[in-house]
């Protein structure tokens, strides 16, 4: 089972605020966007808030509109998403709203906090314990394998929305600027210090919704070392996408490849039987695009559907050597090469065994696959 899905959504002022330091919730979004965000949540298998958020605005989160809620029925999903909160210190309150309106619910904690929230909460509230401390991939591995989770949303605030961003986990970025000030310097922003992914984000959409404007994005840098983020799986859908679009063959594989610089740039890509050269390999077409004294090829990435090839008789040097010689230090890829025309090829291996980080995100297999499922036996095709 793969991760989820995270969208991180929330509305902020004009001056960049969550909220402001007053008892009630400040009201960002109008009738319209409000309507959105039950449209999105309608859409989504949970939703998420810290337990700052629930100590402090009290929220049901659930689904309003009826027509919805019964749009999920008929398509046999819970009639409410998910609740989950995020609580390291187990201070939560019984009473608040979260627990008794809508559908399942579930509270990820530390050891400590589970102890104190023992027989406090409702019995149908599932309480998670993860350990000393609440790992936020350890989180989105358990809704993903165990609630069978595919999209996440969370709904803030501030510092689970920056501790999420931050460690590369957001796939999305839903931001509304409400058309106001608040002006207080205590008030909760929506991305607090620290470090960043390096980089511009992507704008993927914006929209006026009735006096306010949301702006989608997704993340482009890619992850560290061995680490997938959000930004390493939506490179990887890319080659996997130009895999699809490489010139059919039935003796070679059809394979897409993407380098990205640090800071997201995309710096080159390509596929199989490029620019009709019958031999060449995604990677190797790729990275003949670029200077080889390219100083940001050190820390880039480099994203192929399938392992780069390890031995080949049509060119001299095989794709992992292209790519350890590149001075390429990181590789994230679908799919490990089958035995269809190189027996027992290896190219992690050999790029490990040269210091290159190798990500293998197999939740990608069968995209990299399907344009090559006439190359395989029908037992190994998904
Ligand atoms: N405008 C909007 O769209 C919007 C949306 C949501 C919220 N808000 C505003 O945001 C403010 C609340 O934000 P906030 O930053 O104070 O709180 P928050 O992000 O909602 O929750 C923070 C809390 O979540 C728990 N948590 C987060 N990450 C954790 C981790 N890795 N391990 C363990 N626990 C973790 C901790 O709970 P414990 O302290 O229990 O350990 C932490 O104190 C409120 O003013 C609210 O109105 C605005």
């Not at 998403?81 to 939560?92: E, M, N, R, W, Y």
């Not at 501790?163 to 608040?182: H, S």
Request: hydrophobic content about 45%.
């Amino acid at each position: 089972m793969a991760r989820p899905y995270v969208l991180l959504s929330a509305a902020v002022s004009l001056d960049g605020f969550l909220d402001d330091t007053g008892p009630e919730r400040l009201l960002l979004s109008g009738p319209e966007d409000f309507d959105r965000v039950d449209e999105v949540r309608a859409g989504s298998d949970a939703i998420l808030i810290g337990a700052g958020t629930l100590r402090t605005d009290n929220p049901r989160l659930l689904v309003y509109s009826a027509e919805r809620r019964a749009a999920r029925l008929a398509a046999g999903l819970p009639e409410y998403p998910l609740k989950v909160t995020v609580s390291a210190s187990g201070d939560l309150d019984p009473e608040a709203r979260f627990w008794h309106t809508g559908g399942a619910k579930t509270v990820y904690t530390t050891d400590k906090g589970a102890r104190r929230l023992s027989g406090l909460l409702p019995a149908d509230v599932e309480v998670v314990a993860l350990g000393p401390d609440v790992e936020w991939r350890a989180v989105l591995d358990h809704l993903g394998d165990v609630k069978g989770v595919r999209r996440l949303m969370v709904e803030g605030g501030g510092s689970v929305h920056t501790r999420l961003l931050q460690q590369g986990l957001a796939d999305e970025v839903q931001l509304v600027v409400a058309p106001l000030f608040v002006g207080e310097p205590d008030a909760p922003r929506m991305f607090g210090h620290g470090a960043y992914p390096p980089g511009r984000m992507r704008l993927v959409e914006t929209r006026a919704v009735g006096d306010v404007v949301l702006m989608r994005y997704v993340p482009t840098a890619p992850g560290a070392g061995r680490l997938a983020s959000a930004a390493d799986r939506r490179w990887l859908e890319v080659a996997c996408e130009l895999a699809a679009h490489c010139p059919p063959s039935e003796t070679a594989f059809s394979v897409g490849a993407v380098v990205v610089a640090a800071d997201g740039t995309e710096l080159a890509r390509g596929h199989s039987r490029e620019g009709g050269d019958p031999v060449v390999h995604a990677e190797e077409a790729a990275l003949a695009k670029l200077d080889p004294a390219d100083p940001r090829l050190a820390s880039a990435t480099v994203y192929s559907s399938l392992e780069p090839c390890s031995r080949r008789a049509s060119r001299p040097a095989p794709c992992a050597r292209l790519i350890i010689e590149a001075g390429v230090r990181r590789v994230v890829t679908a799919w490990r090469e089958p035995d269809t025309f190189v027996a027992s090829a290896d190219g992690n291996a050999v790029l490990t065994a040269a210091g290159v980080d190798v990500v293998l995100l197999p939740e990608y297999e069968d995209r990299a696959k399907a344009p090559n499922a006439h190359l395989l036996p029908p037992a190994a095709r998904s």
